[in-house]
């Protein structure tokens, strides 16, 4: 298939510049979400538009879905009106969302039955790597599906064969793991030397050159000091994220003592109605505890 048409299905802060990214590398591209603005952007894009989750189904070779939560992939993926309904003999189906591994391990067994196959390929890189192409792609299946699917992942990102069905959701938990850990770790940070009297900016400058470096200082922490919590990866997509954890942990009998408490922190964000910031403004839940506001200071 050297030119596959592909249906996208979910057009957020992620899929849709994700949509934009396979459009440039010249794929036709069918997309659909719930909300009408999301198809109009990536239609003046040069998508086509779908009218349903059936309908993007049959149109297309390849259907991606990115969509916010596991009950969400359920409904798209296993519904009566859902994709492996719909799906046609020979199509590749690619769940980009972070879900349950259970459920996508599910979805791969279903697909096999089918004679259709399927990958679970959750993303970490944010609406950044969204937008520059350059997502890190955890991706669980077979590796005839995962050598299929190689030339539609590299206009999105990098992409990286982790094991079975499921295994690409583990690694994601995993990765989900370092980057809320971190993202505690520097709003705390912050928030000490805020509170001791140092601007916190210079405090982002002089981490981000020494072993402290991060993803979080280096893309976030300009925006943490200035207090633009507008989202890249929302709150409460990371409060889900620490659920999925939170389980995972259970089930496979692994301690998972550090994440309780970022899953508690995130938690705290949803109920004090901060759940659409962006993820780094977990901060704010520790400035309250600390009794300060993180800013840098005025030139």
């Not at 299946?141 to 583990?170: D, I, N, S, W, Y």
């Not at 929302?234 to 301690?255: E, F, N, S, T, W």
Request: charge should be neutral.
């Amino acid at each position: 298939m050297s030119n596959p048409t592909i249906g996208f299905i979910g057009l957020g802060i992620m899929g849709r510049p994700m949509t934009k990214n396979l459009l440039k590398a010249g794929f036709t591209v069918i997309g659909y979400d719930l909300f009408p603005a999301g198809i109009e952007e990536v239609v003046a894009a040069g998508a086509k538009a779908g009218t349903s989750i059936a309908d993007v189904t049959k149109r297309s070779d390849v259907i991606i879905t990115m969509l916010p939560d596991t009950p969400d992939v359920e409904k798209v993926a296993l519904g009566p009106d859902g994709v492996m309904a719909n799906i046609k003999p020979g199509s590749l189906y690619i769940d980009m969302s972070t879900v349950s591994p259970t459920v996508a391990e599910q979805i791969g067994k279903l697909a096999g039955e089918k004679g259709v196959e399927a990958l679970d390929a959750p993303v970490s890189g944010g609406d950044v790597g969204a937008q520059k192409g350059t997502l890190s792609i955890m991706v669980g299946g077979t590796e005839a599906a995962f050598e299929r699917a190689l030339p539609v992942f590299a206009p999105m990102g990098k992409a990286t064969l982790c094991g079975k069905h499921g295994a690409g959701q583990v690694v994601k938990a995993c990765n989900q793991i370092l980057v809320g850990v971190t993202i505690a770790g520097v709003a705390e940070a912050l928030t000490l030397g805020a509170k001791a009297g140092v601007d916190p900016a210079k405090i982002v400058q002089v981490l981000g050159g020494g072993l402290a470096r991060c993803g979080i200082l280096e893309n976030r922490g300009q925006r943490i000091v200035s207090r633009d919590f507008n989202p890249g990866f929302r709150c409460r997509l990371h409060y889900k994220d620490m659920r999925i954890i939170m389980a995972a942990g259970q089930a496979y009998g692994v301690p998972l003592m550090v994440s309780s408490i970022v899953h508690d922190l995130f938690k705290r964000m949803i109920v004090a109605g901060r759940g659409e910031y962006d993820h780094t403004g977990l901060i704010t839940a520790v400035e309250e505890m600390a009794g300060i506001e993180v800013k840098k200071h005025e030139e």
